[in-house]
């Protein structure tokens, strides 16, 4: 719906404002709620969701850059992780980014 927009930019605050205060654990704790908020199997039911709302998905390796989670970033592999590079071409790219 429309609001998922708004929900997904709560989360998106709380992590933010986590990972400048250096609390990891909240900022965790707001990027696992994205994930029940949004999945991949609803955003490619909906192209318009996916469009607004993909990049969302990518905040957890945010969150692992900041706080130096190196091997859990390197553990990710691209495919099952991104279902379609094409379709989700934000996380893709993080991905990308945070394995340097």
């Known amino acids: 719906s429309f609001f998922l927009g708004y929900v997904c930019h709560d989360y998106?605050?709380?992590?933010?404002?986590?990972?400048l205060g250096?609390?990891?654990?909240m900022a965790r704790e707001g990027s696992e709620g994205i994930k029940?908020?949004?999945n991949e199997a609803a955003?490619?039911?909906?192209?318009?969701?996916l469009d607004g709302c993909e990049?969302?998905?990518?905040?957890?390796?945010h969150v692992d850059v900041?706080?130096?989670r190196?091997?859990?970033?390197?553990?990710?592999?691209?495919?099952?992780v991104i279902p379609s590079e094409s379709e989700f071409?934000?996380?893709?790219?993080?991905?990308?980014?945070?394995?340097?």
């Open 12 to 19: 998106h605050m709380k992590i933010y404002a986590a990972l």
């Open 22 to 25: 250096g609390f990891e654990g």
């Open 36 to 38: 029940e908020v949004v």
């Open 43 to 49: 955003l490619l039911e909906n192209k318009k969701l």
């Open 55 to 61: 990049g969302f998905l990518s905040l957890g390796l």
């Open 66 to 68: 900041r706080f130096g």
């Open 70 to 80: 190196w091997e859990r970033i390197l553990d990710q592999k691209l495919n099952p």
């Open 89 to 100: 071409c934000v996380s893709a790219a993080t991905l990308r980014w945070a394995r340097g």
